[in-house]
């Protein structure tokens, strides 16, 4: 479906999720952006499918959209119906632009067919095949013109920016227009929709996912929460209850196109398509989700370092201060005994060859003329003797060395969950690559200890 078409991978892929979900999409962004070719594309994937295509206008009428009046059927029978043949109610997929601009009659109809898929037409009601309605626009519904709940209808919501990279532009406007061809077999009919919308329902979501979900619609509910995490003093968006029930639905039919029996955390990244309800709301959006999705999985990892955490690993370089047992001497063992070298020594040392001697009380003393031993110190921490070197002892009880051997052991847990969310974001065809969630890795970051927390956290 993306074939001779650049950088439009993702909305056409969500395209194809609503649609498969039974669910519509609405599309922001300025004229020439592609917003029209996701329609024609989509109707490219049902085999036998029909569409429908408008541009709303203020003077739009009811009988554009939904068909004429038959005069026949008024004239003979005195039954107000429409000849619907080639319009929305017979359409499988419907592409309405400048949607805000459609009059009251025509929203109140699109209303019924939404939520319903049901076309009041006379005196009975039509079964719509309609599978998605995809709307367009260049701005936002107006507040207070009563767009609302047209406004709610769309679950997906997806803003189209013009293409980005200089590549892929120069082949857009070089390259030649090749039409877009998908094999038989890989068309989808009504029988394979039906099918998806029965398995969809055993689809099973794990506590994981519903305390992520549960997470976030709670910091959307409180006032002051939501300004925090999402980091705008703008109001948070509002996500119903009935609108709730339908983002499981996408996150479900995520998973089963994905091959699987379970919602994982990967489809909830979905969410941030689905809950803002200004363009301003975005970015917030994203960092909730991203944060509450590696605060759930941080559940279980260590919250502080012990010293437990840190037994049978070898570390190389100083955690702690030196060891003084006197306040006068910092302490080595060579030998298999304790050394002593006076701290005003031991600092006067550098990586410049010096000499030393032994007293008789394990004290090593600097000499200023060739003794029995060569001394010197080639980093904080360390003294070498002749040629063999020894660590000073510190003031913890461990063995200590380097801080990064010290992070790699406690963080172990930690990058296991992050290895395994990356792993799950790659396999989910209806994401961008994990380097394209900046929100998400930062909220990972997170879970690991640095070295500052060591510090604060040992014990």
Not at 77 to 98: I, Q
Not at 338 to 347: A, E, M, S, T
């Amino acid at each position: 479906m993306t074939q001779g078409i650049y950088e439009r991978d993702e909305v056409i892929a969500l395209a194809m999720l609503a649609a498969l979900a039974g669910e519509s999409i609405f599309l922001l962004g300025m004229p020439g952006v592609g917003k029209s070719l996701v329609a024609r594309r989509l109707k490219l994937a049902f085999r036998g499918a029909k569409s429908f295509e408008y541009l709303m206008s203020r003077f739009s009428t009811p009988d554009e959209i939904f068909g004429p009046v038959s005069i026949s059927k008024l004239k003979d029978e005195d039954t107000y119906e429409r000849v619907v043949d080639g319009y929305l109610p017979t359409a499988d997929v419907v592409f309405l632009d400048e949607i805000w601009k459609a009059g009251p009659a025509i929203q109140n109809s699109l209303l019924t067919a939404l939520n319903e898929r049901i076309f009041h037409n006379g005196n009975h009601d039509i079964r719509l095949p309609l599978k998605t309605i995809i709307s367009a626009s260049n701005e936002l519904p107006a507040q207070g013109e009563g767009l609302e709940a047209l406004w709610d209808r769309f679950l997906v919501r997806y803003i189209v920016k013009p293409i980005a990279r200089h590549q892929a532009f120069l082949n857009l406007i070089i390259g030649h227009d090749e039409p877009c061809c998908i094999d038989d077999e890989l068309l989808f009919d009504n029988a394979d929709f039906g099918l998806l919308q029965r398995q969809v329902r055993d689809v099973f979501v794990p506590d994981t996912v519903r305390d992520i979900i549960c997470g976030i619609r709670d910091v959307l509910g409180d006032t002051k929460l939501a300004s925090r995490a999402m980091n705008t003093a703008r109001v948070a968006p509002y996500v119903s209850d009935r609108r709730w029930r339908k983002v499981m639905g996408i996150l479900r039919m995520s998973a089963l196109l994905n091959g699987r029996n379970d919602v994982d955390p990967s489809d909830c990244l979905l969410l941030e398509h689905m809950l803002w309800d200004n363009d301003d709301q975005c970015s917030g959006v994203r960092r909730l989700v991203a944060d509450k999705i590696a605060e759930t999985l941080r559940r279980g990892l260590p919250q502080t370092v012990t010293t437990d955490d840190l037994a049978g690993h070898t570390l190389v370089s100083p955690v702690g201060g030196c060891l003084s047992p006197d306040g006068k001497h910092y302490v080595f063992e060579a030998g298999g005994e304790d050394v002593l070298i006076g701290i005003d020594d031991y600092n006067a040392l550098n990586e410049q060859v010096r000499f030393a001697t032994m007293t008789s009380e394990n004290v090593l003393c600097i000499s200023p003329t060739p003794a029995e031993f060569t001394v010197r110190v080639t980093r904080p921490g360390n003294i070498v003797l002749n040629t063999f070197t020894y660590q000073l002892k510190r003031e913890t009880p461990l063995r200590v060395g380097t801080a990064q051997d010290m992070l790699d052991v406690v963080n172990a847990p930690a990058n296991a969950v992050v290895r395994g969310m990356q792993a799950m974001v790659l396999d989910n065809i209806f994401l961008r690559g994990w380097d394209e969630y900046p929100e998400l890795i930062q909220a990972f970051d997170m879970l690991r200890f640095t070295r500052e927390t060591l510090r604060g956290k040992r014990r």
